[in-house]
């Protein structure tokens, strides 16, 4: 079983990244997909989740209106769009999977700074 992101990287304040979390050794779809943060000296946070098939997300207040969360099952693949990012949106960012396990994977650095 594997979870691995990509994505993270240096950008400006007001930049866009997009990170992506691509699954195997396990059934996706059958699984609850979220991506949390943990930024130094701070407590882990849920940054943005999504339902099996897609249809439903949710969104930390902090991030709303900024960050899209999607899935492709046929892809095996969840992404996180994250547009006029801000210095406070740095932190480490990781993909879990929760269903009949609970998977994470090991995490890609994001870090907005002038």
């Known amino acids: 079983v594997q979870l691995v992101e990509s994505g993270g990287g240096l950008v400006q304040p007001g930049g866009s990244l997009r990170l992506s979390c691509a699954a195997s050794?396990?059934?996706?779809?059958?699984?609850?997909m979220s991506w949390y943060r943990k930024a130094p000296g701070k407590e882990r946070e849920l940054v943005a989740s999504i339902s099996r098939a897609g249809g439903s997300t949710n969104y930390a207040e902090s991030v709303k209106g900024r960050f899209t969360i999607s899935r492709d099952n046929a892809k095996n693949t969840m992404y996180l769009q994250m547009n006029s990012l801000k210095l406070e949106d740095t932190a480490v960012y990781y993909c879990?999977?929760?269903?009949?396990?609970?998977?994470w994977g090991q995490g890609t650095q994001v870090t907005v700074s002038s």
């Open positions: 050794g396990f059934t996706f779809s059958f699984y609850f």
């Open positions: 879990n999977a929760r269903g009949p396990m609970d998977y």
